[in-house]
């Protein structure tokens, strides 16, 4: 038995884990001589998370034969289902290397429940074309993907980026609203959230949200806590109702902390130069230079698609940006984010 058995065991009397057991088996054709032979498994505890990878979040490895097929077999697995990821490395990269898009896809997202038996079927892009069968979730979670592909897919002369948007975040909140399976449900809704929250038809998402009934999870509290940072005014349907008093007094005490904050901030930046007290940090100083880069052009009024011209980047890359902006300063509109910078920011924004 292998050493993440022994230490799951140890765990299983203070966190949720099965001893249902569970099989993932598959091909995937590569050359060995530039791949590793080695399959890795992770566990994605957080939506998140599914682009970073670290060997804490590797719990198994399976070794591809001569014919690049292999097998996973285990005993232990977190109770319900959950998201993991399959991923290779060449034999030259780090363990944490993830390669996104043309013929070296290396890696695949799909859920798992303890007892379930998952066949990955390889494609011509490594696992960029996979396909999954087994899995409750998987369906919905390998559609939701070739949605949110359609807005690469040009598809006619007159078709352009932003008519390609609109047709995928339809297509996801489809599987928002018809998924049976939960997680397939919340993937799909996180995706829209994450690259779609700009589109007409994501403004419907706070509403379909909020009709299905989803159990609690750890996944069903990250898409309802992006719900609320991308489109907090949805959260209150009956603005009369009790509950919409009370998100309304929160919202009060929480912009009231906001405003004492700006006010401490201004006044100990104004009283260093002369009291030499301690200055509030800065959450600019958080964002990265790209993403300095991003807030400043948002505040000059530019749109995503004028940013990734300005910057010479994709428009999906600059919707990334946004989205750690927003969260990273805790705001979550363009306007707001035109409030935020004032004449006192100009220096750090340009240094």
Avoid at 311 to 340: A, C, D, G, M, P
Wanted: proline residues 3%; hydrophobic residues 40%; glycine residues 8%.
């Amino acid at each position: 038995m292998k050493r993440i058995s022994i230490i799951l065991l140890a765990l299983l009397p203070f966190v949720g884990i099965s001893q249902s057991g569970y099989q993932i088996n598959g091909n995937v054709d590569v050359d060995q001589n530039i791949w590793q032979p080695l399959v890795y498994l992770s566990i994605i505890e957080t939506f998140e998370d599914m682009s970073t990878v670290s060997p804490a979040m590797v719990f198994d490895d399976a070794t591809l034969d001569e014919n690049g097929r292999f097998v996973f077999n285990g005993e232990f697995l977190p109770t319900g289902e959950r998201i993991y990821r399959l991923h290779l490395r060449k034999w030259d990269d780090p363990l944490s290397t993830i390669i996104i898009g043309g013929n070296e896809h290396n890696h695949l997202h799909f859920a798992m429940s303890p007892g379930d038996t998952i066949r990955i079927n390889s494609g011509q892009r490594v696992f960029g074309e996979a396909t999954i069968i087994g899995g409750e979730s998987n369906d919905c979670i390998q559609e939701a993907y070739r949605m949110a592909e359609m807005r690469f897919d040009a598809g006619g002369m007159s078709d352009n980026y932003s008519m390609r948007e609109e047709r995928a975040a339809r297509g996801l909140i489809d599987i928002v609203e018809s998924c049976p399976a939960q997680l397939g449900s919340l993937f799909s809704a996180f995706k829209i959230l994450q690259k779609f929250d700009d589109t007409d038809e994501a403004a419907r998402l706070p509403e379909v949200l909020n009709d299905k009934s989803y159990s609690e999870s750890v996944y069903t509290k990250e898409v309802m806590a992006w719900k609320s940072m991308k489109f907090p005014e949805a959260e209150v349907k009956d603005a009369s109702s009790p509950r919409a008093i009370l998100w309304g007094l929160l919202l009060v005490v929480i912009a009231a902390i906001g405003l004492g904050a700006g006010v401490f901030y201004r006044k100990s930046n104004e009283g260093l130069s002369s009291a030499g007290e301690e200055v509030l940090p800065d959450p600019i100083d958080d964002l990265s230079i790209q993403e300095r880069k991003v807030l400043q052009l948002i505040a000059d009024g530019l749109t995503n698609k004028e940013i990734a011209s300005a910057l010479n980047i994709e428009v999906n890359t600059v919707k990334s940006h946004v989205s750690r902006i927003y969260k990273k300063l805790r705001i979550s509109s363009r306007k707001e984010v035109r409030r935020f910078m004032d004449s006192d920011r100009i220096g750090v924004l340009t240094s």
